[in-house]
């Protein structure tokens, strides 16, 4: 079966601009997670969807993240005024719901110049 | 920022060797996971724990649950060139809830 996917693979933007990230799980999980992954890192939590709503968004580092899962499938992060250390992987990752096992997607590289 | 620790931060492994890293943490985690990262993919899950003390194998991996709740770690037995990438430890508090990440060991071949 298809596993989680996400697109665009790369994303290149300028300083300023806003970028949709996009995220489709797998079908039938109902938990989605979206962790950021900084060069050399490990990947830090974001925010987690059980259905359509937001369970925990603690990991948002600033009112410029924001995400959205309106039918409780595909998920979306929307970055605004992109800033040079927006510039990372964004993961994405799906669980049948109240479970650890997380399967994660191949990510998006987001380039900010 | 990180709140695991894992070593060593970068390894050389020679085929047939035997490997081990681990992960350690200043607060209790519920739930342990292994996963294996490659350049341009997402982590992959290896091992999963869920109880303290368990110890569980995959093939040529084994990974332990410290019985404190703050320490796991992995063995990778008779070590082969695709066992190449970058190791991750995660924790988890709650059933569902948002794994932290350890920084990564980076298993690279001797050359």
């Known amino acids: 079966g298809a596993g989680v996917s996400q697109t665009p693979s790369n994303k290149v933007t300028e300083k300023g601009k806003y970028v949709e990230l996009r995220c489709d799980p797998i079908?039938?999980?109902?938990?989605l997670y979206w962790y950021r992954q900084s060069l050399g890192q490990g990947p830090e939590f974001l925010i987690y969807?059980?259905?359509?709503?937001?369970?925990?968004d603690s990991g948002l580092p600033n009112d410029r993240f924001f995400a959205v899962r309106p039918e409780g499938s595909v998920s979306t992060l929307k970055i605004q005024r992109t800033e040079r250390g927006d510039s990372a992987v964004y993961l994405c990752?799906?669980?049948?719901?109240?479970?650890?096992?997380?399967?994660f997607g191949p990510g998006t590289r987001l380039l900010v110049l | 920022g990180q709140q695991l620790n894992q070593s060593p931060q970068s390894m050389f492994i020679q085929e047939g060797e035997d490997v081990s890293m681990n992960c350690t943490s200043s607060?209790?985690?519920?739930?342990w996971l292994w996963y294996k990262q490659e350049p341009g993919e997402g982590p992959v899950l290896l091992i999963a724990?869920?109880?303290?003390?368990e110890l569980t194998s995959n093939g040529r991996l084994t990974a332990q649950f410290g019985i404190t709740r703050k320490d796991s770690f992995l063995n990778i037995s008779a070590s082969i060139p695709s066992d190449v990438g970058i190791y991750f430890c995660?924790?988890?508090?709650?059933?569902?809830?948002?794994?932290?990440f350890g920084g990564g060991t980076r298993v690279l071949v001797k050359p």
């Open positions: 990752a799906s669980s049948p719901g109240g479970q650890e096992t997380q399967y």
């Open positions: 079908s039938g999980h109902t938990a």
């Open positions: 969807f059980q259905g359509t709503g937001a369970a925990d």
């Open positions: 607060s209790i985690f519920n739930t």
């Open positions: 724990l869920y109880k303290a003390g």
């Open positions: 995660a924790g988890s508090k709650a059933a569902g809830n948002k794994l932290t």
